[in-house]
């Protein structure tokens, strides 16, 4: 592991380097798809807001936040090249903290999860396992570019999705339920492949082959903007299908504002990318909300 000459060896994390590593600005996704299961179930809240929070709280800071740690442990190397003021390359995170930091979060995801129910711990479960084979070899997902966003995409949207209306309903998942919350996770596939843009120069000198290294940066944006478009509007189909067409004119707007900010990606994909990452993905889990109370109607 490098660590930067222009500062002295620590024995400890520094706490500011410890919060990055964990990466606070990713916990919004699967926090803001959990609350959407919440309201998809149909199910009442009364007497059960206490799961709704720690829901929450697993989803994003505990889950989330230690697959962040988890991935920035294994990608260490790498961004020594993408990014050398990164907690772990900089030396601000030492040794083996890093991993010892990830390995916490993921016992302590656990210990939360099973406070959850069955269907929560079980979820769970799935998330902490998730996390690891996306970064950590042998499997190490994340060296392609179909596996590893398709992973992360159900990992942040579907299953914080179905987790939410799973212990809220006790279980009883209605099938429209599962299928939406199936879409938006595939459809975030591309919202990760926007992502990796930002790593392209280390990905492919270290042998990750993420779609913008094996397409290039406009292919591999037109792939992710055909990925997230395609299930959204599938979406709306089956909202109209399903009776409720102002929901399903709601999510049409929001994709076809998310059209308008593709067209200015393309003009420049590589440096545009962050800015659709901020701009495009508020619009998309805009119309998941949407979706989740059309969701909630049908109960």
Same mark, same amino acid.
């Given at each position: 592991?490098?660590?930067?000459?222009?500062?002295?060896?620590?024995?400890?994390?520094?706490?500011?380097?410890?919060?990055?590593?964990?990466?606070?600005?990713?916990?919004?996704?699967?926090?803001?798809?959990?609350?959407?299961?919440?309201?998809?179930?149909?199910?009442? %809240?009364?007497?059960?807001?206490?799961?709704?929070?720690?829901?929450?709280?697993?989803?994003?800071?505990?889950?989330? &936040?230690?697959?962040?740690?988890?991935?920035?442990?294994?990608?260490?190397?790498?961004?020594?090249?993408?990014?050398?003021?990164?907690?772990?390359?900089?030396?601000?995170?030492?040794?083996?903290?890093?991993?010892?930091?990830?390995?916490?979060?993921?016992?302590?995801?656990?210990?939360?999860?099973?406070?959850? &129910?069955?269907?929560?711990?079980?979820?769970?479960?799935?998330?902490?396992?998730?996390?690891?084979?996306?970064?950590?070899? %042998?499997?190490?997902?994340?060296?392609?570019?179909?596996?590893?966003?398709?992973?992360? &995409?159900?990992?942040?949207?579907?299953?914080?999705?179905? +987790?939410?209306?799973?212990?809220?309903?006790?279980?009883?998942?209605?099938?429209?339920?599962?299928?939406?919350?199936?879409?938006?996770?595939?459809?975030?596939?591309?919202?990760? +492949?926007?992502?990796?843009?930002?790593?392209?120069?280390?990905?492919?000198?270290?042998?990750?082959?993420?779609?913008?290294?094996?397409?290039?940066?406009?292919?591999?944006?037109?792939?992710?903007?055909?990925?997230?478009?395609?299930?959204?509007?599938?979406?709306?189909?089956?909202?109209?299908?399903?009776?409720?067409?102002?929901?399903?004119?709601?999510?049409?707007?929001?994709?076809?504002?998310?059209?308008?900010?593709? +067209?200015?990606?393309?003009?420049?994909?590589?440096?545009?990318?962050?800015?659709?990452?901020? +701009?495009?993905?508020?619009?998309?889990?805009?119309?998941?909300?949407?979706?989740?109370?059309?969701?909630?109607?049908?109960?």
């Amino acid at each position: 592991m490098d660590v930067s000459p222009s500062l002295p060896a620590r024995r400890f994390p520094e706490p500011a380097a410890a919060l990055r590593l964990i990466k606070p600005i990713t916990w919004f996704p699967p926090m803001w798809a959990y609350v959407c299961g919440v309201i998809s179930s149909g199910a009442s %809240p009364a007497g059960q807001w206490h799961l709704v929070l720690l829901g929450v709280l697993l989803a994003g800071p505990i889950v989330c &936040g230690m697959s962040q740690a988890a991935n920035d442990w294994c990608d260490r190397h790498v961004d020594a090249i993408n990014e050398p003021d990164r907690p772990i390359p900089s030396g601000r995170i030492p040794g083996r903290w890093g991993l010892w930091i990830a390995l916490a979060m993921s016992a302590l995801s656990l210990f939360v999860g099973w406070q959850l &129910g069955p269907w929560g711990f079980a979820a769970t479960i799935a998330g902490v396992l998730a996390a690891w084979a996306y970064s950590a070899e %042998p499997v190490r997902l994340k060296r392609s570019g179909w596996w590893g966003p398709g992973l992360v &995409g159900l990992s942040y949207e579907t299953l914080p999705w179905i +987790t939410g209306a799973a212990v809220l309903a006790a279980g009883a998942l209605r099938w429209e339920v599962l299928l939406v919350a199936l879409l938006y996770g595939l459809g975030a596939h591309g919202i990760m +492949t926007l992502n990796d843009f930002k790593a392209l120069e280390g990905d492919r000198k270290m042998g990750v082959n993420s779609l913008p290294v094996t397409l290039g940066p406009r292919r591999a944006a037109q792939v992710a903007c055909v990925v997230m478009a395609v299930p959204q509007a599938v979406v709306i189909a089956l909202l109209a299908l399903w009776d409720r067409p102002a929901h399903a004119a709601g999510v049409a707007i929001v994709l076809l504002l998310q059209f308008w900010a593709m +067209t200015i990606m393309f003009r420049d994909p590589k440096a545009k990318a962050p800015w659709y990452n901020g +701009t495009g993905v508020l619009l998309y889990v805009s119309g998941m909300m949407v979706a989740a109370f059309a969701l909630r109607g049908l109960a």
